[in-house]
């Protein structure tokens, strides 16, 4: 049971994070990441919406036609998608302006439509709200980090507080967004191959001990 | 009415139904509770030009229409300063801007002091309008340019030549929602 959950946090944040290894909702990814702040702003109202709706989903599951999934998927998720920016337009004005046009997109974005079809409609709620918060806590850091890279050398500031005069307009510019998402890609590459390589030595390891014992 | 409850599409259509009532239920409630009025939209506007929340005297909040350039919608007085909402027309798809003016009295001069976007309507190109193009109205005494029904030009020669390549529809409506407040100034100061 443990495992599970485990298994879940680990896909959202690592083995299957939506930003560098899945490569969904690159839209936003791209257009909002010149401010570390856009990143969080938008990581969380994405987190915000994929538990909500994952959880819905997941309870109505049994209940909502096979034929008409989508519409229904679409439906709830706009219902949240809607109340994030009623809250955000009410309580923080500067970043439901800055976040713009990409917010009502949020009912497209195709991480939490893919969530919902994949996982909530087949899952328990506890297990959905889990896949929720760990894939949209994958996409914020994600976001964040970009953000926080392409603010640091694009205006030389970090969440808005100037660090130094130096900046290169590059990064801030929307080539600069393939740039640094191609490198955090290969990075991101680079990581998890080393680790899934630990973790079959690890494996292969345990599996030769084990044989071992077996023939003492 | 079994037959009915065991119909594929009246159970589709049912459901589909509950969804958007209970979700539109929802969302009345959030939109009255959540709801911002007019009165706190200017004042965030206001916080956003002065740095910080200023009392101000209506002038007008009737619309003003200069037909084929723009309508005033709001004049506010602001300690001595005139505070315009303005919107400019023949944006992108016959679309609008819609930006705020502040207007200080120096001497005998009026100064443009500030333009800050509002809001805007079928703009697809908005992100091209950066601060650079409403920091080119700031600081110019537009005193000769109402006395003469002067205005800025869009997309022609002199100081606003050439302000945004790309998106000169919605730059022309910006800068013709700077240039109904130069209208209103000419005819009324």
Not at chain 1, 145 to 158: C, D, H, K, T
Not at chain 2, 7 to 19: D, E, H, P, T, V
Not at chain 2, 109 to 133: A, C, P, R
Not at chain 2, 171 to 189: C, F, P, R, S
Request: glycine share 6%; with cysteine.
């Amino acid at each position: 049971m443990n495992n599970e959950y485990k298994k879940i946090a680990v896909d959202g944040l690592i083995t299957s994070n939506p930003t560098f290894k899945l490569v969904l909702g690159t839209c936003p990814t791209l257009a909002l990441t010149t401010m570390a702040m856009n990143g969080i702003g938008m990581g969380l109202a994405v987190t915000f919406v994929l538990i909500c709706s994952n959880l819905i989903i997941s309870l109505l599951r049994n209940a909502i036609p096979n034929q008409v999934r989508i519409p229904a998927f679409v439906l709830i998720i706009a219902t949240f998608v809607t109340i994030v920016r009623l809250v955000l337009d009410k309580l923080l004005p500067s970043l439901y302006e800055s976040l713009g046009l990409y917010l009502p997109l949020i009912v497209v974005n195709c991480i939490i439509l893919a969530r919902a079809e994949s996982f909530a409609s087949k899952n328990t709620p506890l297990k959905s709200v889990c896949d929720g918060l760990f894939t949209g806590l994958g996409f914020t850091i994600a976001l964040t980090l970009m953000g926080a890279v392409r603010e640091i050398l694009g205006s030389g500031s970090i969440f808005g507080l100037k660090l130094w005069n130096f900046s290169i307009a590059f990064f801030a510019s929307s080539a600069g967004a393939f740039f640094t998402f191609a490198i955090f890609i290969a990075l991101f590459s680079i990581i998890s191959e080393q680790v899934e390589k630990k973790r079959k030595i690890a494996k292969y390891n345990l599996f030769d001990a084990q044989k071992k014992t077996e023939v003492i | 009415m079994n037959k009915l409850k065991n119909n594929i599409w009246f159970k589709c259509i049912s459901i589909l139904l509950c969804i958007a009532l209970i979700s539109g239920g929802l969302l009345a409630i959030l939109n009255d509770l959540l709801y911002v009025s007019p009165e706190e939209r200017t004042s965030r506007a206001i916080s956003k030009i002065y740095n910080e929340q200023k009392e101000y005297k209506v002038i007008t909040e009737e619309e003003i229409e200069y037909n084929s350039v723009g309508k005033i919608n709001k004049i506010y007085e602001i300690e001595g300063d005139l505070l315009f909402q303005s919107t400019g027309y023949n944006g992108y798809k016959n679309g609008t801007i819609t930006v705020w003016v502040k207007i200080v009295l120096e001497k005998d001069s009026y100064n443009i002091d500030k333009v800050l976007l509002e809001s805007y309507e079928k703009q697809t190109l908005m992100s091209k309008l950066g601060d650079s193009f409403y920091n080119k109205f700031e600081i110019t005494d537009v005193t000769e340019k109402y006395k003469n029904g002067e205005s800025f030009t869009p997309n022609g020669s002199g100081e606003m030549s050439n302000p945004v390549s790309g998106a000169t529809y919605s730059a022309t409506a910006g800068t013709n929602a700077v240039n109904t407040v130069i209208k209103w100034l000419g005819e009324n100061k």
